[in-house]
């Protein structure tokens, strides 16, 4: 009987080790596979492309400090592209510079030639003892002396039969004084267009950039941003007509005073002439008036 009770104990023993055994195992091929988990998070959003009508102000690129594309802003670029009361301005100043240069060139030509003759035309006369060998040693040339040299004989010849040296000589003056005059007016022609010139281009320049600036605020307001890409093309485009207005100036006022100084040395020449020619005429009268008095004397 304890031999019996004892089996049964052992074999019941292990029956319970071999289910204890058993029962991972079993339970790992008996249990169904789990079901994924499903994520309930939405995945994000892309980000919204910035719209084209939105100001230029507010786009993303622009809050990144990404400028948009700016234009070409040449010289030539801003004159095709400014408005017509700008190019308008701009063309006039561009045609005054023009002029400018055409009378610097002209007038310094003029000048230097007849300043040459005039100081050749004095060396020839400086031995000259009358108004007769005066006229020779010049020949047929004309000048301004030559021109002195004939009022004086005409004025002799005229006054012939007087003994008023004194008239003759006041006459002689005044018809001289003319002569100056004239050549005086004859050597300015073209200094008062410099001054037009010098005195106004900034003042036109000034015009079209104050119209240009007034296009570009017009502008800035249709398209409702203060972008500077926007904004700088038109202020530029407007200052230009003011730099090609003092680019039309500064030349014109430096010339001009360059030239009033050269008028004022040819001048002085000039005056010289015409005391040399009074002071030929002078010594034709005393001579005269001596040869009368020795004729008396004899």
């Known amino acids: 009987m304890k031999i019996m009770s004892f089996q049964a104990s052992l074999a019941a023993a292990l029956m319970l080790a071999a289910a204890w055994l058993a029962s991972p195992v079993s339970a790992q091929t008996q249990a169904p596979p789990a079901a994924p988990v499903q994520s309930t998070a ?8 910035p719209s084209a009508t939105m100001p230029a102000a507010q786009r993303p690129d622009a809050a990144a400090g990404v400028a948009p594309a700016m ?29 400018t240069w055409t009378v ?22 400086a031995e000259a003892r009358s108004l007769a060998e005066a006229q020779m040693a010049l020949g047929s040339k004309e000048g301004i002396l030559p021109s002195f040299l004939a009022a004086a004989l005409r004025e002799a010849r005229m006054s012939a039969g007087l003994s008023s040296d004194a008239g003759i ?14 050549e005086a007016r004859r050597v ?40 500077l890409a926007v904004v ?11 730099a090609i207005g003092l680019v039309a100036a500064i030349p014109a006022v430096i010339i001009y005073n360059h030239f009033s100084r050269v008028t004022k040395s040819y ?18 009268l005393d001579r005269s008036h001596g040869s009368v008095h020795s004729r008396a004397a004899e």
């Open 169 to 182: 000589k006041e006459r002689a003056a005044s018809s001289f004084s003319e002569i100056v005059r004239a």
């Open 42 to 49: 939405q995945p994000a959003a892309a980000p919204a492309a």
């Open 71 to 99: 234009k070409e802003l040449s010289p030539w670029m801003m004159f095709q592209s400014a408005d017509i009361i700008v190019k308008a301005v701009m063309i006039g100043l561009a045609f005054a510079s023009l002029v």
């Open 267 to 284: 001048l002085e020449l000039v005056s010289r002439a015409s005391g040399a020619a009074g002071r030929l005429l002078s010594r034709d």
């Open 188 to 227: 300015r022609v073209g200094m008062g267009v410099l001054a037009t010139i010098g005195s106004t281009s900034p003042f036109v320049g000034l015009f079209g950039t104050v119209w240009g600036i007034m296009n570009s605020f017009i502008g800035i307001s249709k398209s409702q941003t203060t972008n």
């Open 232 to 242: 700088a093309p038109g202020i530029a485009e407007a200052l230009l007509a003011t």
């Open 104 to 125: 610097l060139i002209a007038k310094s030509i003029e000048l230097s030639v007849a300043s040459t003759k005039l100081r050749s035309a004095l060396k020839k006369i």
